[in-house]
């Protein structure tokens, strides 16, 4: 049974910063890509950044790159994101995700975790 479990959001004014965690279980961690994707109100499931089963790739929407960082620690099977200089439109449910694809979309990856909330107020 894999399992993601994030942690690490809540309710911050712009231009702070917060890291999101996600841990994994279930899966030899180390294997896969690990993404994060976030949902607004009203709006579709996104992409947000991914970082390849190395660490060694990764890749990030247009609208969070130079702000945000990604990055997995394998030994702790946890994935990171750093958000940096957030913004009102950053507010969204954040989910974790893992699958052997690499492509910024939703049917690449087939697990995911609850979601964690990240509000930015301005």
């Known amino acids: 049974q894999v399992q993601l479990v994030e942690s690490g959001g809540g309710l911050v004014q712009a231009g702070d910063s917060l890291r999101l965690s996600c841990a994994a279980s279930?899966?030899?961690?180390?294997?896969?890509?690990m993404a994060w994707f976030r949902q607004a109100p009203g709006k579709e499931r996104g992409f947000v950044a991914a970082?390849?089963?190395?660490?060694?790739?990764?890749d990030f929407a247009d609208s969070v790159k130079g702000r945000f960082t990604i990055s997995r620690d394998n030994a702790k099977n946890t994935v990171y994101l750093q958000m940096n200089s957030l913004k009102p439109e950053d507010t969204a449910v954040y989910y974790c995700?893992?699958?052997?694809?690499?492509?910024?979309?939703?049917?690449?990856?087939?697990?995911w975790g609850q979601g964690t909330q990240v509000t930015v107020s301005s």
């Open positions: 995700a893992t699958g052997i694809g690499w492509a910024p979309s939703i049917y690449e990856y087939d697990y």
């Open positions: 279930g899966r030899t961690f180390d294997s896969y890509t």
């Open positions: 970082i390849s089963w190395s660490g060694g790739s990764t």
